[in-house]
Each structure stands twice: as C-alpha cells, then as structure tokens.
C-alpha cells in the first residue's frame, strides 16, 4: 500500500483486484454461459460445490441475488421465512424478499445476529388453522455483518438445523463472508454448512474478487435457482472473466484472512480505554464497531488523516479490514483514530 494513498476500512468489498487475479481474468477461457458452455465458469461451480459439500453450485452477480434466490426457490409467494432482525437480507437486500419473493419475515433477536435454536423452533408456524402463514424456510448469517463478524457456534447451526429437519423445513446460510467463520474456527466449510440446504457465498468482500457469488445446494434446488436467476436478469454470457477472479481468491485468499483478523484485532486493542471509543461487541474476525457520541463528526476528523471507516448510525462506527489493508495501513488506521478522539476532546 503506497504511505499516502487512503487507507480504506468502510467495508471488505472496496478491494482492486491484485495483479495475480488480474493475470487469471486476463487468461480466462470463456464461453457463453447462458448456453451452459463456460468453461471457467463451470469449473468455478464444481469447485465451489466441492468445497461446500452440496451436489451443485449456480455461480451469480451478487450476494444479495444469492440470499434471493435461495428464498425464492425454497418457498412459496405468502410464506414466512424465519431470521435474525440484524440480518443483511432483512436490513440491506431493498426488501426483495417482499417485493420479488413474496414471502413474510418473521424476525428473532440474538447476540451479536445468532440465531437462538429453541427461539426458532418456537417461531415456526406450521399450523392447520387457515388464518396462518406457514413457516418454510429459515435463514441464518455466518459470519453476521451487524454482529460484529462473529461466527456461528457450529453446535448452534445443528441445532438450527434440527429444528428446520424435523419441521420439514428449509435452512439457508448466508456466508457472504463463510470464509472468515472457516479460518477463525478452523471447521471445515463443508462441515460448517452441512446442516444447510443452501449456502451463499461471497467472492467480492474478504476474497478480494471484483465481483460475484455462489448459491450451493441440491441439484434440484440449484436448477430451480438458475431458472430464476434468468428470469431476474443475472443470466451472463462470457462471465468466465470474472469467474476466474473468484477461482483465483479461492486458491490463494482464504487462508491470508487470518491476516485481516489479527489485523481488526490489533486495531481494537489499540483504540481500547481510549476516550470516547466504547466497543458494543466482540469482533473476532474482521469487522469491529466502536461506538461514539457523534459517529459523523469523527468520520469526518478521521477522513481528515486519509482513513475511511462507515456511520452505520448517528454514534456507531464500522472498521474493516481486509486484503487492502496491511500493517502500514493499520498503523495509519491507529494513528488518525487516536488523533481523531484527542481531537474530539
Ligand atoms: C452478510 C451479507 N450478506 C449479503 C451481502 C450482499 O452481498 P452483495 O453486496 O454482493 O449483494 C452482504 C454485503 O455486504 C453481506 O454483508
């Protein structure tokens, strides 16, 4: 990271693609996807498959068409879907799940966005009476984006898990960042999502590629979900050049995201007993939350000394870290948020 060029900690999905997955893009064999006939795209969807242990994978633009797909293809228009208030298809998705899937929400609470098992079994709905909508799908967040990246006890999601199985009810997993769970843990993805029907998978944040998700599961699901991923648009042609990207940050990113959690780690020990930072949760991957009394007055002071953190409201800031960031940047993340907080004295 060049010393004077802003150091970036908004979120993990402002990384440039590095020279490595340049190279990969540039040397990508294409072929029109839509007819099934990328190579590099197909490649990227059995490997994808593979690592998360389901028969198939359908390789889409984005995590939030990901999340919508797989609530679109395991429910019906008038269903309730079960999920944690601070969830991002509920807070970040621009209610797809209303407007395009057609389903209710039934939101729980949980610290730091996890799921209680026994809150959601008490949840569910399945009931003969006709004044009630039917519960058929429940969806949980490993890493939670508002919970401060924490991830899921992998004895929670079984539990989940055995709530929706022996409802007869779907489970999905939305692993934007699924990989940081795995790397923190040291559970296998595979393993992690087992309890799954469907997992979503982000190449775009801690990754480091420019674009692009995953929505892995049964072969009939994954067929439904291509279907309508067509109808939604997200049919792409050569969209092997991208798919590269992610199979490169496959190969060579998941294991440096130790790095980006050692990284929000030292940043929080930094700042820690620093007035006026308060800490609302425990950041054990790579987002950290600090609360203030004025989040835009310190954004503003902080963004004066070149480093960018989000108001994700009137007294709470988000810092991320990730591939962009390295320990010079965290140096200067420290430096302008101590002169930021004697500033604000
Ligand atoms: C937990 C979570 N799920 C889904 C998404 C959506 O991903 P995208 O921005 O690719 O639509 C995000 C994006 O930040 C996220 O944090």
Redesign the pocket.
């Known amino acids: 990271m060049a010393g004077d060029s802003p150091v970036d900690l908004r979120?993990d999905?402002v990384t440039r693609p590095t020279p490595g997955i340049r190279e990969a893009m540039a040397r990508a064999e294409v072929g029109d996807d839509v007819f099934g006939e990328d190579p590099t795209v197909n490649a990227l969807q059995e490997r994808a498959a593979g690592i998360l242990g389901k028969e198939a994978a359908l390789f889409v633009?984005?995590?939030?068409?990901?999340?919508l797909l797989a609530v679109v293809s395991q429910t019906q228009p008038g269903d309730t879907v079960i999920l944690h208030a601070d969830?991002?298809?509920f807070n970040?998705?621009s209610g797809g799940l209303g407007k395009v899937a057609g389903v209710m929400t039934k939101t729980l609470g949980g610290s730091q966005g996890i799921l209680d098992p026994d809150e959601v079994a008490s949840a569910v709905v399945l009931s003969d009476d006709h004044h009630f909508s039917h519960t058929t799908l429940v969806s949980i967040?490993n890493?939670?984006?508002r919970g401060g990246g924490a991830g899921y006890p992998i004895e929670i999601i079984e539990s989940i898990g055995r709530v929706a199985t022996s409802n007869g009810i779907q489970l999905h997993c939305?692993g934007?960042?699924l990989f940081n769970a795995v790397v923190a843990t040291g559970i296998p993805a595979r393993d992690y999502v087992a309890p799954c029907n469907t997992v979503?998978c982000?190449f775009?944040?801690g990754l480091g590629a420019p674009v692009g998700?995953v929505l892995a599961g049964s072969r009939e699901t994954i067929r439904r979900a291509h279907r309508y991923r067509k109808m939604l648009g997200g049919g792409m042609r050569q969209a092997g050049v991208i798919a590269a990207a992610a199979l490169y940050a496959l190969e060579h990113h998941i294991e440096r995201l130790a790095e980006d959690h050692r990284r929000a780690q030292a940043f929080r020990t930094a700042l820690e007993g620093t007035s006026p930072f308060t800490f609302p949760m425990d950041s054990p991957t790579n987002i950290v939350y600090l609360d203030v009394p004025d989040a835009y007055a310190l954004i503003g002071e902080v963004a004066s000394r070149g480093v960018f953190a989000l108001p994700v409201s009137p007294t709470r800031i988000r810092a991320v870290f990730h591939l962009d960031v390295d320990d010079q940047g965290l140096a200067r993340a420290i430096d302008a948020f101590s002169a930021a907080a004697k500033a604000a004295e």
Do not use: V
């Open positions: 979120s999905t633009p984005s995590g939030t068409m990901a999340n969830s991002h298809p970040y998705e967040e890493t939670t984006n939305d934007a960042r979503s982000c775009s944040k998700s």
